[in-house]
């Protein structure tokens, strides 16, 4: 995939559809963006289009005040 270039039609489509398996596998946004070459709102955008509920940040949580 050549980076930076408009990505339409079936194309896009086959991307989508990989990206969405990856994801729900446990890949990261960040991941996908790596392995792509692709920006991670791009990513983030693709996934939202195909309807992917997309995961917290995760992390720890802080302790709240007072703890």
Same mark, same amino acid.
């Given at each position: 995939?050549?980076?930076g270039?408009?990505i ?24 996908l963006?790596?392995?792509? /070459?692709r920006?991670? /709102? ?8 195909? /309807? ?6 995760? /992390?720890?949580?802080r ?5």
């Amino acid at each position: 995939m050549d980076k930076g270039k408009r990505i339409t039609g079936q194309a896009r489509e086959t991307l989508a559809a990989e990206l969405k398996t990856a994801y729900g596998s446990g890949a990261s946004i960040r991941t996908l963006a790596a392995s792509t /070459g692709r920006s991670y /709102g791009f990513i983030h955008r693709i996934l939202t289009e195909t /309807g992917v509920t997309l995961r917290g940040r995760g /992390g720890a949580a802080r302790p709240g005040p007072g703890a």
